[in-house]
C-alpha cells in the first residue's frame, strides 16, 4: 500500500474522479467517474476501496462545511440556513439582477472554507500502473487521479 497527502480540495476532486458527480437539482450526469468505466475486477476493487476511503472525508469535509454555513449562515423560515452571496441587489423588469455588492457575510464564510480545503490528508491505497487502465477513455482528465498512478521507470 501507498500513502499521498492531500489537500481537502483535491479529495472533493478526487471523489468526483472516481464516482463521477450527478447535479443534485436535474439528476443530470455533469461528469462520469472512472469506476463506471470498463475495467479489470482488481482494479476496481481497489479503486472502490480508495472511493470508500474517500467519501469517508468527504463526509467530514460536509459536517464541517455545514457547520461554517449555520456560522456564518441566516435561518429561513423552513429551518434551512443560507449565505446569500449579494446584498442590496437591483433586479430589471426580468427579473435579472443588474446590480448588487458581495455580502461581507459571504466572504467571511468564503475565507474560512478556503482554508479548510487547504488542509491536508493522508491517504493510504494500492498503488496502480499505467498498464492497469490501459484502453479506458474518458471525457475529462481526472488530474487527482493520475498522482495515484506508478511512474514507469525511465529506461
Given at each position: 500500500m501507498?500513502?499521498?497527502t492531500?489537500?481537502?480540495y483535491?479529495?472533493?476532486?478526487?471523489?468526483v474522479?472516481?464516482?463521477?458527480?450527478?447535479?443534485?437539482q436535474?439528476?443530470?450526469?455533469?461528469?462520469?467517474?472512472?469506476l463506471?468505466?470498463?475495467?479489470?475486477?482488481?482494479?476496481?476493487?481497489?479503486l472502490?476501496d480508495?472511493?470508500?476511503k474517500?467519501s469517508?472525508?468527504?463526509e467530514?469535509?460536509s459536517k464541517?462545511?455545514?457547520?461554517?454555513?449555520?456560522k456564518?449562515?441566516?435561518?429561513?423560515?423552513?429551518?434551512?440556513?443560507y449565505?446569500p452571496?449579494?446584498?442590496?441587489q437591483?433586479?430589471?423588469?426580468?427579473?435579472?439582477?443588474?446590480?448588487?455588492?458581495?455580502?461581507?457575510t459571504?466572504e467571511?464564510?468564503?475565507?474560512e472554507?478556503?482554508?479548510l480545503l487547504d488542509?491536508t490528508?493522508?491517504l493510504?491505497?494500492?498503488?496502480l500502473n499505467l498498464s492497469?487502465?490501459?484502453g479506458?477513455?474518458?471525457?475529462?482528465?481526472?488530474?487527482?487521479?493520475f498522482?495515484?498512478i506508478?511512474?514507469p521507470e525511465s529506461?
Amino acid at each position: 500500500m501507498q500513502k499521498v497527502t492531500l489537500k481537502i480540495y483535491e479529495i472533493l476532486a478526487l471523489d468526483v474522479e472516481l464516482n463521477g458527480y450527478t447535479d443534485p437539482q436535474s439528476g443530470k450526469l455533469l461528469a462520469e467517474g472512472i469506476l463506471s468505466r470498463d475495467l479489470k475486477l482488481t482494479v476496481k476493487y481497489w479503486l472502490s476501496d480508495l472511493s470508500d476511503k474517500v467519501s469517508k472525508e468527504k463526509e467530514k469535509i460536509s459536517k464541517l462545511r455545514e457547520e461554517i454555513i449555520k456560522k456564518f449562515g441566516t435561518q429561513d423560515e423552513n429551518g434551512g440556513v443560507y449565505i446569500p452571496m449579494y446584498v442590496n441587489q437591483v433586479f430589471d423588469d426580468e427579473g435579472k439582477m443588474v446590480s448588487g455588492d458581495v455580502n461581507p457575510t459571504y466572504e467571511s464564510f468564503q475565507k474560512e472554507y478556503q482554508l479548510l480545503l487547504d488542509e491536508t490528508v493522508e491517504l493510504e491505497y494500492k498503488e496502480l500502473n499505467l498498464s492497469d487502465i490501459e484502453g479506458v477513455t474518458l471525457k475529462d482528465t481526472p488530474r487527482v487521479f493520475f498522482k495515484l498512478i506508478a511512474k514507469p521507470e525511465s529506461e
